[in-house]
């Protein structure tokens, strides 16, 4: 087994469920310590106590992170007991249907637009904002963002505010690259295209079927994949390495 994080605090948003879950898995795989910050409150005490039972070093803090003092607090928290996070992964993130159909601009209601902005872009900000004294101090740290490809190409399954929070934290990845770097901290960010998690349940099989026949590798992505790249981005290998998106998306998107 490989430690490529021992002795690290690493800290997940939107960690429990799906792609979130294996990122955990992964850096804990690895040696690290994880942080975790979710809404669902049960969910992520059920998955921590799970973690816990295996020997595993974990920190949960249920967190809308819409909000920047809960933001402050699960940071507070999880620094105290697992010590001074050098790796953030940006991970949350919702895509909200109305009876399984992404609404229309001129359908969408300011309040669901408010909200997919407050979780999936103000949160990085404030997550970021909170992790990055100590990495600049420390002259080492790594911040990875969770786009989509949604945010480099239209996609007709997800609604506009989804695709312009995952647009925009393309260019927040860019521009925080560039500023931190000179102290040695690098900013990523991951395009995940149609991934296999629990919420495509929900979604008629013939749209993924669809999503697939259009990806080059004819199939959907898994979680573990999408883990496996983020934890490169984490890695010493990718030291020279910021201010790059990647696309994790079986070839749906090629530019």
């Not at 792609?19 to 049960?42: K, P, T």
């Not at 996609?155 to 989804?162: E, R």
Request: charged share 20%.
């Amino acid at each position: 087994m490989n430690a490529r994080f021992t002795g690290q605090t690493i800290i997940v948003t939107g960690a429990v469920g799906g792609i979130g879950s294996a990122i955990v898995e992964a850096f804990l795989a690895e040696g690290g310590r994880v942080g975790l910050i979710d809404f669902n409150a049960q969910a992520g005490q059920e998955f921590e106590k799970e973690l816990q039972k295996r020997g595993r070093d974990v920190c949960f803090v249920p967190t809308d992170v819409a909000h920047f003092d809960q933001c402050q607090a699960a940071y507070d928290r999880i620094t105290r007991e697992l010590g001074a996070a050098t790796i953030l992964v940006n991970n949350v993130g919702i895509s909200p249907k109305t009876n399984g159909r992404a609404l229309k601009v001129w359908e969408m209601p300011p309040a669901e637009w408010n909200n997919v902005v407050a979780v999936n872009l103000n949160s990085v900000f404030y997550m970021t904002r909170l992790a990055t004294p100590h990495m600049v101090q420390a002259r080492q740290g790594r911040v990875i963002n969770m786009s989509s490809v949604a945010g480099r190409a239209y996609c007709d399954i997800v609604a506009a505010h989804y695709a312009a929070t995952k647009a925009g934290l393309i260019g927040l990845t860019r521009h925080w690259a560039a500023e931190l770097g000179e102290h040695q901290v690098t900013v990523n960010a991951l395009a995940p295209g149609r991934i296999s998690t629990p919420l495509l349940k929900s979604v008629p099989q013939e749209i993924n079927d669809a999503v697939a026949a259009v990806t080059a590798l004819r199939r959907l992505g898994t979680p573990e994949e999408v883990a496996d790249a983020c934890l490169f981005f984490a890695s010493d290998q990718a030291r020279f390495v910021t201010g790059q998106v990647l696309d994790v998306a079986g070839g749906w998107l090629m530019t």
